[in-house]
């Protein structure tokens, strides 16, 4: 049985937190992505890394015209940066990704910060969890 795209996620999130408190900041892109794709392959979770997902367009085909970080049970990407700051095309970048290959949720890790809570942003595509999300902050609850 598939995995919910929410428990995808929540694995994601609990990988990066760990991965970040067990080496800190500092590192290459490529060295957080090896250690999260370990993590979360340990965890039974298929994990596909510098994916080149070609796709069309106005009826041109771009055969190189992605390519992701990470796909996690190919319904989560995942976009890896180890800098003091992500820019806002980051972001960008990656709802654009998540929209061009049909996908609700992404996250932009930026693994330069000094707590990862500074440097983790989930990317929705104009999704609606089914079910309240651990991940997910409703602010009118304060």
């Not at 590192?27 to 794709?37: H, I, M």
């Not at 997902?53 to 771009?62: A, D, R, S, T």
């Not at 440097?119 to 999704?127: F, K, S």
């Amino acid at each position: 049985m598939p995995m919910d795209v929410e428990e995808v996620a929540s694995h994601v999130v609990d990988v990066a937190v760990k991965v970040h408190i067990q080496v800190g900041p500092g590192l290459l892109e490529s060295v957080y992505g090896k250690l999260a794709t370990h993590a979360l392959e340990a965890r039974g979770l298929l994990v596909e890394r510098q994916v080149i997902v070609p796709f069309e367009l106005e009826g041109k085909q771009f055969r190189r015209g992605l390519r992701l970080d990470m796909l996690v049970e190919k319904q989560v990407v995942v976009e890896l940066k180890s800098t003091e700051r992500v820019a806002p095309i980051h972001h960008q970048q990656l709802l654009t990704y998540l929209r061009l290959m049909d996908l609700r949720i992404g996250f932009l890790i930026n693994f330069g910060r000094p707590t990862l809570k500074e440097g983790l942003r989930r990317v929705v595509n104009d999704y609606q969890p089914t079910k309240l999300s651990p991940l997910w902050i409703n602010k009118n609850l304060s």
